[in-house]
Every structure is written in C-alpha cells, then in structure tokens.
C-alpha cells in the first residue's frame, strides 16, 4: 500500500506506524497489571481485612493510561468503532476516501483541539504537583493528566499517517488489465 508513496512519506508513515504500535503493545500489558493489582486489592481487603487507596487508585491509573496510549495503536489496526452501514459494502477506492477524510477533517482537528484546550489544565497540575485527594493515594495525578497531552499527539500522528495511506490509495490509478 505504501510502495507508490514518495519515499520521505512513506518512512514517515512507517514511522509513525512501528511507534504508535509498539506504544500501544506495551500499554496492553497494563491489562494484565490491573489484573493481578485487582486481585491483590481484592484478596487484601476480603481475607487479611487491609484497604489500599493507594493500590485502588493505581487500578484507575492503569486504566487511563491503558486507554489513552493503546488509542493510536487501535487507530491503526482499524479497530475503532465503526457504523459501516454504507462503508462496508463500499469499494477499497471509497474505503480510502472516507478514511482519509475522516483522519483529516475529524481526527486531526479533534486532536489539535484536545492538545490546545489540554495543555493549560496539564501544565496548572504541573504547577502545583496536583496529587491525589486522599493522603495515602498516589501523588502523581499530574503525570496522568500529562497522557492526555500524549494522547492527543499519538492519535494525531496516526491521523497522518493515515491521511497519506489513505490518499494514494483513494487516488491511485487503476492498474491496467494486460489482455
């Protein structure tokens, strides 16, 4: 697919691919984190009677970073949430279409509007070292909030990448039938 793509776009696209894919392989393992720090919290609490803010908060943690850094990856794979109504049935020329529009007009805005509206909240968490509620919880919130921020990047390269994918297959000429 990106064989007929100039070979700067094409590095950049594979680029951004292998990155947001071996982010989103290791943020799977948080799954497999929250797992076993559920089961300890859980064990903790129902059998030795001991309760931990701080390993429930890290469970919620977890979690949002799971999410927000597994996102682009998810992008990528094209494993989002789809109503394909329409798209299904629809060729690979117009598949292409839609998708890069939807990486161009959709995607990208959405993260450069993130990003912008993001960055004040982050950088006041920054300021005051914003920490958890609770004494005994974990006083890092700031750093959670900051994946925010990555996030917005991550899924705003994959938008491009996507866009030039998408573009030379949306707009690839069609290959001649040797009769």
Known sequence: ????????????????????????????????????????????????????????????????????????????QDEHVRVDIFYAQAAQKRKALVDMLGCLFLVLPFCILLFTVSLKYVSISWSVREGSRETSGIQGVYLLKSVILVFAVQVGLQAVSGVIKNATLAFAKPKESSK
Do not use: C
């Open 1 to 76: 697919m990106i064989a007929k793509l100039p070979p700067a776009l094409a590095q950049l696209s594979a680029w951004i691919d292998a990155l947001n894919h071996k982010i989103g392989r290791t943020a799977a393992w948080l799954a497999l984190a929250m797992v076993l720090v559920q089961f300890s919290v859980v064990v903790l609490r129902y059998v030795f009677g001991i309760g931990s803010i701080l390993l429930q908060e890290s469970i919620l943690f977890m979690h949002g970073v799971l999410f927000m850094m597994a996102a682009a990856d998810t992008l990528l």
